[in-house]
Nanobody
């Protein structure tokens, strides 16, 4: 059973920052693209960002571009999502997921094979 474990969520005021972590099994980051998704109450799960296994190339949804940064540390088997200038509309459960592909990561949830349990991020106004 492949297990991804998110951490780092919490309550923060608007304009604040949080860093989410996604712990993956050993060597997964060498072969799987990793994505971050979020789901707000009553809304569909949407892709936020992803990082490709091959070269570390990244993608960001327009809603977070310039505020969020995805990074990975293969030695620690961990992917991070640094979230700055947070807004109330960023409030959601955040999930990391693994895509069984090596190139050109996607933020289409249908492409992802393994999911974490999620971590709550709440941004107060």
């Amino acid at each position: 059973q492949v297990q991804l474990v998110e951490s780092g969520g919490g309550l923060v005021q608007a304009g604040g920052s949080l860093r989410l972590s996604c712990a993956a099994p050993p060597f997964m980051l060498d072969y799987y693209n990793i994505g971050w998704f979020r789901q707000a109450p009553g809304k569909e799960r949407q892709g936020v960002s992803c990082v490709s296994a091959s070269d570390g190339s990244t993608y960001y949804a327009d809603s977070v571009k310039g505020r969020f940064t995805i990074s990975r540390d293969n030695g620690k088997n961990t992917v991070y999502l640094q979230m700055n200038s947070l807004k109330p509309e960023d409030t959601a459960v955040y999930y990391c997921a693994a895509e069984n592909k090596y190139l050109h990561c996607s933020v289409s949830r249908r492409e992802y094979d393994y999911w974490g349990q999620g971590t709550q991020v709440t941004v107060s106004s």
